[in-house]
């Protein structure tokens, strides 16, 4: 099992980034797909997550700025950053939990700063 991760990089506050990950999953369509983020010094928290069905949640922080969504037939799942904001700093992690067990991408780095 595969989770790529890619999209991060730096961005001026307010701006907009889009992450992407792949999965080589064959039962990738009956996942619940998260986000995750580590900042330094903190521990990793839940960002957004995406069930099969496509009903999203999100933690407070990012409502109304953070998009998840997922492409089925590509086996990825993207979540759309705007209104960026210096606190957004972290690695960010795709994650999904199957048979008790987590799998994790390798994270891919986003940097808010003017």
């Known amino acids: 099992v595969q989770l790529q991760a890619c999209g991060g990089g730096l961005v001026q506050p307010g701006g907009s980034l889009r992450l992407s990950c792949a999965a080589s999953?064959?039962?990738?369509?009956?996942?619940?797909m998260n986000w995750y983020r580590q900042a330094p010094g903190n521990q990793r928290e839940l960002v957004a997550t995406?069930?099969?069905?496509?009903?999203?949640n999100y933690a407070d922080s990012v409502k109304g700025r953070f998009s998840i969504s997922r492409d089925n037939a590509k086996n990825t799942v993207a979540l759309q950053m705007n209104s960026l904001k210096p606190e957004d700093t972290a690695v960010y992690y795709c994650?999904?939990?199957?048979?008790?067990?987590?799998?994790w991408g390798k994270g891919t780095l986003v940097t808010v700063s003017s």
């Open positions: 994650n999904f939990k199957a048979s008790g067990m987590d799998y």
């Open positions: 999953v064959s039962f990738f369509s009956i996942l619940t």
């Open positions: 995406i069930i099969a069905g496509g009903k999203s």
